[in-house]
């Protein structure tokens, strides 16, 4: 259990975007927020480069727990190992813990280990990004409502660490809030 954990970790600092950019020669790092993730990829390098990104880092997340499965570990200790993938993907010990933000590891593992909460979530993000036209704080009023559903209904309480891992992907996103909200009040301002 131990050495999945690790593994877990580990398998979560395989950075998409990272490689991405080498094999394009661009240091993504260094380009507009830094960040190792799709939205990152996408905006440097294009729609390709974003796919590339979004499904390499949301296939780890089910690589995680299809080793956790195949070894009938308990649910919660898969998503244990599913938060720890995540955590290695936002703090890579071979990048001096700067990776990208959880969003497409965390889909990854979301959408296997319960399809169905993940589905709530799907349809609670439409539903807000139809009123708030805000795909950023759409996504973290969705991934919010996921973590409450994880402590709220007993059917989904077996995923409570996955709670964990949002309220990481929160901390992570909270500058790109501040940012909305910022821009959102001063065009209601002119």
Not at 130 to 145: H, N, Q
């Amino acid at each position: 259990m131990l050495f999945y954990w690790i593994v877990s970790y580990f398998i979560g600092t395989f950075l998409t975007a990272w490689w991405i950019g080498k094999w394009k020669k661009t240091d993504l790092t260094k380009m507009r927020s830094g960040n190792l993730g799709a939205r990152n990829a996408g905006a440097v390098l294009g729609k390709t480069a974003f796919l590339l990104t979004f499904l390499g880092d949301a296939l780890k997340g089910v690589l995680i727990l299809y080793i956790g499965f195949h070894y009938h570990f308990t649910i919660e200790i898969i998503a244990i190992g599913g938060v720890l993938g995540i955590v290695g993907h936002m703090f890579p010990l071979w990048l001096q813990f700067k990776g990208g933000k959880g969003i497409a590891t965390f889909i990854g593992v979301a959408l296997v280990i319960n399809p169905l909460l993940f589905a709530i979530m799907a349809v609670c993000f439409v539903m807000i990004i139809a009123l708030l036209r805000s795909a950023t704080l759409s996504m973290l009023i969705a991934f919010s409502a996921y973590a409450i559903l994880c402590w709220i209904i007993p059917a989904f309480s077996h995923l409570w660490p996955l709670s964990l891992a949002i309220l990481l992907i929160l901390y992570r996103h909270r500058l790109d809030v501040i940012e909305s909200w910022g821009k959102r009040w001063w065009k209601s301002t002119k």
